[in-house]
């Protein structure tokens, strides 16, 4: 079990990104993404959002590999406004094998 102390900076390298799941959106973050984009919010919605599963909101849309759409190379273009999900990772919440695949790096809190 990790120390409670140990927090993890991000690197960017994207990997989390093209993690397949859900990142449930609300309507300010969808807001606060799209006016980044210079989008209107119904047209953000149109090109980089999905129905969840649960049929319960929002969540971002993937690429068929599950890759978000909204990921170019190992960039987010919307990181300066992403979700509060994906800023949450990897230090609130975390998939199975996230290890694995994300190059974050420890650090003591």
């Not at 120390?3 to 989390?16: A, E, F, K, T, V």
């Not at 919605?45 to 649960?54: C, G, P, S």
């Not at 509060?84 to 695949?101: D, E, I, K, T």
């Amino acid at each position: 079990m990790e120390s409670p102390d140990i927090r993890y900076r991000c690197q960017r390298c994207g990997n989390c990104c093209r993690w397949p799941g859900e990142v449930v959106l609300g309507d300010a973050e969808i807001a606060a993404m799209a006016t980044h984009l210079g989008e209107s919010e119904h047209d953000f919605i149109q090109d980089h959002t999905a129905l969840r599963r649960a049929r319960s909101g929002l969540t971002l849309a993937q690429k068929p590999d599950g890759s978000c759409t909204l990921l170019d190379g190992n960039t987010c273009r919307v990181h300066e406004a992403k979700p509060a999900q994906c800023r949450a990772f990897p230090n609130s919440w975390r998939f199975p094998g996230w290890r694995q695949v994300c190059e974050a790096t420890p650090e003591r809190a």
